[in-house]
């Protein structure tokens, strides 16, 4: 991993006004959000490098530039990550947790990341406003995520519908096939003790004509 610090340029703030997360703040409350020495720094992982490791604690939230990374449940993996300005590891932090989850460069991944353990060191008045700031930024990003995830279960509930119509019409095709299948093995039962009787029928006629020519 490599990092460098970076201030808030007209650059980096049109970046990160770029990004979901702060597309409704002005350049001067962002300026206000970040000002202090490595409060958000730019880091660049190579593909395969774990970013975050769940159980792990620290106060480092991010924010996707480029590239992917997959986030890992129990080494189960849950989501990917590859849209601009996603943000990823805030909850931990907000919360005084562990990592509930590992991310880990799928690509070669850059982002922004942010020390809220910074906020600690700043004076009360200042601590409260940039808290405030940085929670009402989470706060959007959770709505968009549950929003995101009610569509994900609505979608799902389509899905067990068709999937469970899909079954009820297969269903009544294997019963369908069942029965032919039966119907099949019947004939096919009379068609052989009607082989036997004739077969057995012909040779008792057989038998008969050579007692009489006897």
Known sequence: MEERNIVISERVGGLLRRMPAFRDMG???LRELFAGEGLIRFREYRAGETIIREGERDRWVY?????QARVLSQEVEVAVLSRY???FGEMGPMRGRPRNATVVAASDVTCFAVDLSLLDRLPAEDRQ??????EAVFNDVVHERLAKANDDASALRRDLVMAESAMVGLTDRVRELERRVADLTRENQNLRRALEAREA???GAAG???VGQK
Do not use: H, M, N, Q
């Open 129 to 134: 406003r940039k808290t405030k700031l940085l």
């Open 63 to 67: 924010y996707l530039v480029s590239g």
């Open 201 to 203: 029928g012909g040779a």
């Open 208 to 210: 008969g004509r050579g």
């Open 27 to 29: 350049e001067l409350e």
């Open 85 to 87: 300005g996603d943000i």
